[in-house]
């Protein structure tokens, strides 16, 4: 109070003459929140009051009446307006190039040099790594060795095949020499026979030349034997003769095969390309047992490149040959390359019970951005509308609290949905038939609806329903909402 009276001295002076009789000044002279001193006594202080009663009132009123204006319509409005409307499928694929071969060894043996690394350009025969063939060309040698030694065997084979045929045909002659002597004893004793019969011929003639017989006829059929045996002999020449053949042949297809390894040990690419992956060093011994180790991963054609995009089973219907497709790559966010689909695989892929088929998608890669590996994000276009009214499915979505009239609900047609139309009236029900949609936007197929008509939907600030319908609150309500 000793301040107010010393920021105001003024007040003092102007009330020093109504102090009663034995009233000190100070009292007189004390002010009250309304700056009116509480002892006047006068018309001054009854107008003065008259005055700040009928400020307060107005200022009142007119609080009030904003207070009690109608509040602003919780819905945006938005023009209907004619443009393209596509239908998407998004996915996620790997990039690769359309044709890759891994590049191995069919022998085993240790890495001796290497003509090629990562990002190397190679064409088709170019060698590109070289094994360590010390073991390989003794190995080469010992078949060249086998080899020759068959050829000799199959030489010696072939004498004896002669040689037995040489016999057959002294067994022959010496059986034609028996059976010409057996012949003539067979004449003899006819002739004995007779003379004996004759009564001119001696009996011991007879006999010998019976025994004569018996013996060329014992020597024929020992000389028919020995041309059986020497014929067997041949037969079994020729037989060896053959196994030394086919040994032969052996040793040379071994001769080869040692060749064939040794020219393995010599790496050369299969295909024009570029090395994107190498997995051996100079001195690292590889394996070839069941499985031909893997040395360099050759990329035929990098400006040619595939995406293998997984499509899930609820979406693979809708894709086809003739989809346009995009996608971006994390490495070049604002760059949007196009492809086009190759082949759906038939095959499924399931991970964690979730069903996908791979899109091949094809993709020209001129300026070589697109690296093997990377990431795709493909978005195919399934269907498109181009020039239709499109209204947005905010507004399909949007409902107003039923006041009665015209934003009363109104019935809606089986396969109809409704659109509220924003006029000088007020908001009106229009019954609209939607096709194609891509999620944000709806094609208008029927209904009383033209382009540059607006049509509600719901705030974009997030004003509710219930906020559009809040009843205005007094400036001279206390305590919080809900609560008296």
Do not use: C
């Not at 069919?106 to 360590?132: C, H, M, P, W």
């Amino acid at each position: 109070m000793v301040a107010e009276q010393q920021a105001r001295p003024d007040i003092l002076e102007r009330y020093a003459g109504y102090a009663p009789a034995g009233m000190p000044q100070e009292e007189v002279a004390r002010p009250t929140r309304g700056g009116i001193p509480e002892r006047l006594g006068s018309s001054k202080r009854k107008l003065a009051l008259a005055a700040l009663v009928a400020a307060l009132a107005t200022v009142a009123a007119a609080a009030w009446r904003v207070a009690a204006k109608p509040a602003a319509p919780a819905y945006d409005t938005i023009a209907i307006r004619r443009q393209t409307i596509a239908k998407t499928i998004s996915a996620t694929g790997k990039l690769q190039a359309v044709t890759t071969v891994q590049v191995g060894t069919q022998v085993s043996g240790t890495i001796a040099e290497l003509y090629a690394d990562f990002n190397t350009q190679v064409k088709k025969g170019q060698v590109i790594a070289r094994l360590d063939p010390a073991q390989l060309q003794a190995q080469l040698a010992q078949a060249n060795a086998n080899y020759l030694s068959a050829q000799a065997n199959a030489q010696g084979a072939q004498n004896a095949v002669l040689s037995a045929d040489a016999s057959v045909q002294a067994a022959e002659a010496n059986f034609a020499r028996a059976e010409s002597a057996a012949a003539d004893a067979q004449r003899t004793y006819d002739r004995n026979t007779q003379l004996v019969d004759a009564g001119v011929g001696a009996r011991m003639t007879l006999e010998s030349s019976e025994a004569a017989l018996v013996q060329a006829q014992a020597q024929k059929q020992q000389a028919a034997a020995q041309v059986n045996q020497a014929k067997a002999q041949a037969q079994s020449a020729r037989s060896q003769l053959a196994q030394a053949n086919a040994q032969v042949q052996q040793t040379h297809a071994a001769v080869q095969l040692a060749s064939v390894n040794l020219d393995h040990t010599i790496i050369k690419a299969p295909i024009d390309g570029v090395v994107v992956e190498r997995n051996v060093d100079v001195g690292q011994t590889v394996a070839a047992s069941l499985q031909a180790p893997t040395i360099f991963l050759i990329a035929n054609d990098l400006t040619r490149m595939q995406v293998l995009a997984e499509i899930d089973e609820a979406d693979v219907g809708q894709l086809s040959r003739d989809s346009r497709v995009s996608f971006t790559v994390d490495a070049y966010p604002n760059d949007v390359f196009r492809g086009r689909i190759a082949q759906v695989r038939l095959a499924p892929q399931m991970v964690q019970n979730v069903v996908t088929y791979t899109a091949v998608v094809e993709v020209d890669n001129p300026d070589l951005k697109l690296k093997p590996g990377m990431t795709a994000n493909v978005t195919a276009i399934v269907a498109q509308r181009e020039d239709v009214l499109a209204v947005p499915n905010a507004a399909l979505r949007f409902r107003p609290e039923s006041g009665g009239g015209q934003q009363a609900q109104r019935p809606v047609l089986a396969g109809h949905l409704t659109v509220w139309k924003v006029t000088d009236e007020g908001l009106v029900p229009v019954s609209v038939r939607t096709g194609l949609t891509d999620g944000i936007f709806s094609e208008i197929v029927s209904g009383d609806l033209s382009e540059g008509d607006r049509v509600a939907a719901a705030s974009s600030n997030g004003a509710g329903r219930a906020g559009a319908q809040a009843p205005a609150r007094s400036i001279f309500q206390t305590g919080r909402t809900g609560r008296r």
